[in-house]
């Protein structure tokens, strides 16, 4: 069982910066891929970015991509979500998941077995 808890969502204004954490407890935290999902208020939770267990392979939405970076410290236990040039519409609930074994493409909810509790990011134009 991993449990997960997302920090360092906030208000902030266009064009801004954010990085959220995701910091996982339970064993073998590096077995696993790591993703973010976000879900803006009357819309369907949405894929931002995954990373590999070894943190060497990344991918992006196309919404986002150029703009955030996803990484993973193993010996933390942790992932981040660096976010940059933020636009109003990035305003959402930020979510991780984990994903055990390898990425493989995995982008919709249903591929991901735990889940963090979420983080609100307010982007204010």
């Known amino acids: 069982q991993v449990q997960l808890v997302e920090s360092g969502g906030g208000l902030v204004q266009a064009g801004g910066s954010l990085t959220l954490s995701c910091v996982a407890s339970?064993?073998?935290?590096?077995?696993?891929?790591m993703g973010w999902f976000r879900q803006a208020a009357g819309k369907e939770r949405e894929f931002i970015t995954a990373?590999?267990?070894?943190?060497?392979?990344?991918h992006y939405a196309d919404s986002v991509k150029g703009r955030f970076t996803n990484s993973r410290d193993n010996a933390k236990n942790a992932v981040y979500l660096q976010m940059n040039s933020l636009k109003p519409e990035d305003t959402a609930v930020y979510y991780c998941a984990a994903r055990r074994g390898l990425f493989s493409g995995a982008i919709m909810g249903v591929d991901y077995d735990y889940w963090g509790q979420g983080t609100q990011v307010t982007v204010s134009s």
């Open positions: 990373i590999s267990w070894s943190g060497n392979y990344t």
């Open positions: 339970g064993p073998s935290f590096s077995l696993y891929a």
